[in-house]
């Protein structure tokens, strides 16, 4: 569950302070599948850093599953992000000189799993993403849809309850975000908890629930009635 | 994480920039073979000045003039009057600790034996001389009583001065001429010394031996010897017997500045000076070079965090911690340093191989130096590796990330 509780984020930029977030409130339940909208600056990416615990609020309280965060040090930042997030990056964030299996892996390494156990869920995850043939290439050996789906197989590795894809639909076309999308749904009805920055109102509608930001204020906060069904769209 | 990751991605990233890594790697190459080279050169050559000088007879002391002072750059006539050809029994009656000395006057003059001739440096001493350095006779017979006692025109050559004059021929019994000045003498060749080869400054081969008393009262009519070369007991009473000796001087001089006496540890631990000073200045050059080494380590480390900012970013948005981030560099710098430390350590030991077998001396690379240039080598990764590893440990995930 994710809880923020006024929370502001201040960027001091020399004399000129940016408030990227003013004093935001929203709770995130488990198994929900949430989409962020807003225009450019609005403050998203920014939020989704405080949820991913890479940042943390200037102002006001988070807590994610019940911690609050505020009394946590990096290290023990680092291990959260390590057990409860999965993170979907627009630019997909692989790491170029290593394999996708390898790349997979590297959750699994930070919380010290035996390469062993590493290798055969590394498989099990590239499987689930349907790129088992590719688990011994390199990220610059593959298309945009692939890596985006080598980039979920690693969020989802560590079993962690959240996800969070900002933008992860950014960089590819139409088709292939459906496929991103159609992923994110599975995991959604796994019951983990799916939180996404889009744009796009055509991948927004997949939500259960959509929060408009606009100037680092929340703009409206609705529920979807009807989610949007992937191959279903039209 | 485990270590061994860390060091397979470390060894990875190095591995994808060899010619990059390799020439960061320069510094410490050389630093390292520079080590190697110099303890192993310095300590080869100091092995041979020990030996050579054993070679020349063990725990010598040398009896010469000393330098006199303050009389306005003239030798004085006392500074050659000091040594008598009896005070050699004197000495050792009066010094216990002494086993054997010799009288010597050394000189020089031609030698003629038929069309040949050679210019010679003579040596006038007595038997003794001979016991105390070594030197044995490869023919012939050593002097007798009556050859000193009754001054007789006898003579033994060095071996290599026996081929010059001789060749072929067996030179015993044959008679050479020495001149000296306007006056010719005639001398019987009655032994040949065996070859000792060219020991420090010194070399037998290529001279003549006169019994000191011929020397003193024919070729030159002297009444003083240059000095003497005697032999302590042992290495522990050396510094015994030239205190003895210098208090027999001092009772007949009253200066002990008027003579020089030497004991071989003295001039062993001279060598041994010499050598460290070379290996202090060689040292030296090689810290620098190893200083440049871990600047170049650091060069490197600092480009490849930078260049890897988004890798790190990424590493810890997934959960690394600041330890893994760290150790991951230091272990990339510890690499590189001890990479390059290996193959300053082949090279310096080839580069010692060379000059040991051109000097002519003992090969020596101990596991003690190898350890030390390993160590060193491995310490400059980590030194010049926390800079650095703590600058990658320490960035904030969300710059990292949005790094471009
Ligand atoms: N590190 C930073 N330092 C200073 N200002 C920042 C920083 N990060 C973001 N901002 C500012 O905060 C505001 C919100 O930025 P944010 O990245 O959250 O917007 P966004 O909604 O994600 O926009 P986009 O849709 O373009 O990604 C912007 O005005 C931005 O300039
Ligand atoms: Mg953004």
Redesign the interface.
């Given at each position: 569950m994710i809880q923020l509780q006024d929370v502001s984020k201040i960027y001091q930029m020399g004399q000129v302070t940016v408030e990227a977030l003013k004093g935001v409130s929203v709770t995130v339940e488990k198994g929900d599948f949430v989409a962020i909208m807003g225009p450019s600056g609005s403050g998203k990416s920014t939020m989704m850093?405080i949820i991913?615990c890479?940042?943390r609020p200037s102002k006001g309280m988070y807590k994610i599953n019940g911690t609050n965060v505020e009394k946590l040090s990096?290290?023990q930042l680092?291990?959260l992000?390590?057990?409860e997030i999965g993170?979907v990056?627009q630019q997909f964030?692989l790491?170029p000189?290593?394999s996708l299996a390898q790349n997979v892996e590297?959750?699994l390494?930070?919380?010290?799993v035996s390469?062993k156990e590493r290798h055969h869920r590394a498989q099990e995850a590239l499987e689930l993403v349907g790129l088992s043939d590719r688990a011994h290439h390199k990220s610059n050996e593959i298309s945009g849809g692939q890596r985006q789906r080598a980039a979920i197989a690693?969020a989802l590795i560590?079993k962690p309850s959240i996800i969070l894809a900002d933008e992860p639909t950014g960089n590819l076309d139409t088709k292939t975000g459906e496929m991103i999308m159609s992923l994110l749904i599975d995991l959604n009805n796994l019951g983990n908890t799916i939180v996404l920055v889009t744009h796009d109102p055509e991948i927004a509608a997949y939500a259960k629930r959509v929060v408009r930001l606009r100037d680092g204020l929340i703009n409206s906060d609705e529920v979807n009635p009807v989610p949007r069904v992937v191959g279903g769209g039209e | 994480m485990l270590i061994i990751d860390i060091i397979r991605v470390a060894l990875k990233s190095l591995a994808g920039n060899r010619l990059r890594s390799f020439l960061s790697m320069l510094g410490i190459i050389i630093g390292v073979a520079a080590v190697i080279a110099v303890v192993a050169i310095s300590s080869g050559a100091e092995q041979q000045i020990l030996d050579s000088l054993n070679n020349l007879g063990t725990n010598m002391i040398t009896i010469s003039h000393g330098m006199t002072r303050g009389t306005g750059g003239r030798i004085s006539q006392s500074t050659t009057d000091l040594f008598t050809y009896e005070m050699a029994d004197q000495i050792k009656a009066l010094c216990p600790d002494l086993n054997n000395i010799a009288p010597y006057v050394d000189g020089s003059g031609l030698l003629v034996y038929n069309d040949t001739n050679v210019q010679g440096r003579v040596r006038a001493t007595t038997p003794e001389f001979f016991e105390m350095v070594d030197l044995d006779l490869a023919q012939g017979r050593m002097f007798s009583e009556a050859d000193l006692e009754e001054s007789r025109l006898v003579v033994i050559l060095g071996s290599e001065v026996a081929t010059d004059l001789f060749g072929e021929t067996n030179p015993i019994g044959q008679e050479i001429k020495i001149t000296r000045g306007n006056y010719k003498f005639s001398l019987n060749v009655i032994g040949v010394f065996e070859s000792k080869g060219q020991v420090m400054f010194t070399n037998y081969d290529s001279q003549v031996f006169l019994p000191v008393t011929t020397w003193m009262n024919r070729l030159q009519s002297i009444k003083y010897v240059n000095g003497f070369s005697a032999q302590a007991r042992s290495n522990e009473v050396a510094e015994i017997a030239v205190a003895q000796v210098e208090y027999f001087f001092y009772q007949r001089y009253k200066d002990l500045d008027k003579v020089n006496v030497t004991s071989q540890t003295e001039m062993l631990s001279m060598a041994s000076d010499f050598a460290n000073t070379f290996k202090i200045l060689l040292g030296g050059i090689a810290s620098i070079a190893l200083l440049v080494g871990g600047i170049g380590i650091m060069n490197i480390t600092l480009v490849s965090v930078t260049e890897r900012t988004r890798e790190i970013g990424i590493r810890k948005a997934l959960g690394a911690k600041r330890r893994v981030i760290l150790f991951q560099f230091l272990i990339e710098s510890c690499t590189v340093s001890l990479f390059g430390g290996l193959l300053g350590l082949g090279f310096g030991t080839v580069v010692a191989m060379l000059v040991s077998h051109l000097g002519g001396w003992p090969f020596q690379v101990t596991a003690f130096s190898v350890a030390i240039a390993m160590g060193f080598s491995m310490m400059i990764g980590l030194f010049f590796g926390i800079y650095p590893a703590s600058r990658a440990a320490r960035l904030d995930p969300v710059d990292a990330l949005s790094y471009e």
């Amino acid at each position: 569950m994710i809880q923020l509780q006024d929370v502001s984020k201040i960027y001091q930029m020399g004399q000129v302070t940016v408030e990227a977030l003013k004093g935001v409130s929203v709770t995130v339940e488990k198994g929900d599948f949430v989409a962020i909208m807003g225009p450019s600056g609005s403050g998203k990416s920014t939020m989704m850093n405080i949820i991913g615990c890479l940042d943390r609020p200037s102002k006001g309280m988070y807590k994610i599953n019940g911690t609050n965060v505020e009394k946590l040090s990096d290290n023990q930042l680092a291990e959260l992000r390590n057990k409860e997030i999965g993170f979907v990056f627009q630019q997909f964030h692989l790491l170029p000189r290593i394999s996708l299996a390898q790349n997979v892996e590297l959750p699994l390494i930070y919380a010290g799993v035996s390469s062993k156990e590493r290798h055969h869920r590394a498989q099990e995850a590239l499987e689930l993403v349907g790129l088992s043939d590719r688990a011994h290439h390199k990220s610059n050996e593959i298309s945009g849809g692939q890596r985006q789906r080598a980039a979920i197989a690693r969020a989802l590795i560590n079993k962690p309850s959240i996800i969070l894809a900002d933008e992860p639909t950014g960089n590819l076309d139409t088709k292939t975000g459906e496929m991103i999308m159609s992923l994110l749904i599975d995991l959604n009805n796994l019951g983990n908890t799916i939180v996404l920055v889009t744009h796009d109102p055509e991948i927004a509608a997949y939500a259960k629930r959509v929060v408009r930001l606009r100037d680092g204020l929340i703009n409206s906060d609705e529920v979807n009635p009807v989610p949007r069904v992937v191959g279903g769209g039209e | 994480m485990l270590i061994i990751d860390i060091i397979r991605v470390a060894l990875k990233s190095l591995a994808g920039n060899r010619l990059r890594s390799f020439l960061s790697m320069l510094g410490i190459i050389i630093g390292v073979a520079a080590v190697i080279a110099v303890v192993a050169i310095s300590s080869g050559a100091e092995q041979q000045i020990l030996d050579s000088l054993n070679n020349l007879g063990t725990n010598m002391i040398t009896i010469s003039h000393g330098m006199t002072r303050g009389t306005g750059g003239r030798i004085s006539q006392s500074t050659t009057d000091l040594f008598t050809y009896e005070m050699a029994d004197q000495i050792k009656a009066l010094c216990p600790d002494l086993n054997n000395i010799a009288p010597y006057v050394d000189g020089s003059g031609l030698l003629v034996y038929n069309d040949t001739n050679v210019q010679g440096r003579v040596r006038a001493t007595t038997p003794e001389f001979f016991e105390m350095v070594d030197l044995d006779l490869a023919q012939g017979r050593m002097f007798s009583e009556a050859d000193l006692e009754e001054s007789r025109l006898v003579v033994i050559l060095g071996s290599e001065v026996a081929t010059d004059l001789f060749g072929e021929t067996n030179p015993i019994g044959q008679e050479i001429k020495i001149t000296r000045g306007n006056y010719k003498f005639s001398l019987n060749v009655i032994g040949v010394f065996e070859s000792k080869g060219q020991v420090m400054f010194t070399n037998y081969d290529s001279q003549v031996f006169l019994p000191v008393t011929t020397w003193m009262n024919r070729l030159q009519s002297i009444k003083y010897v240059n000095g003497f070369s005697a032999q302590a007991r042992s290495n522990e009473v050396a510094e015994i017997a030239v205190a003895q000796v210098e208090y027999f001087f001092y009772q007949r001089y009253k200066d002990l500045d008027k003579v020089n006496v030497t004991s071989q540890t003295e001039m062993l631990s001279m060598a041994s000076d010499f050598a460290n000073t070379f290996k202090i200045l060689l040292g030296g050059i090689a810290s620098i070079a190893l200083l440049v080494g871990g600047i170049g380590i650091m060069n490197i480390t600092l480009v490849s965090v930078t260049e890897r900012t988004r890798e790190i970013g990424i590493r810890k948005a997934l959960g690394a911690k600041r330890r893994v981030i760290l150790f991951q560099f230091l272990i990339e710098s510890c690499t590189v340093s001890l990479f390059g430390g290996l193959l300053g350590l082949g090279f310096g030991t080839v580069v010692a191989m060379l000059v040991s077998h051109l000097g002519g001396w003992p090969f020596q690379v101990t596991a003690f130096s190898v350890a030390i240039a390993m160590g060193f080598s491995m310490m400059i990764g980590l030194f010049f590796g926390i800079y650095p590893a703590s600058r990658a440990a320490r960035l904030d995930p969300v710059d990292a990330l949005s790094y471009e």
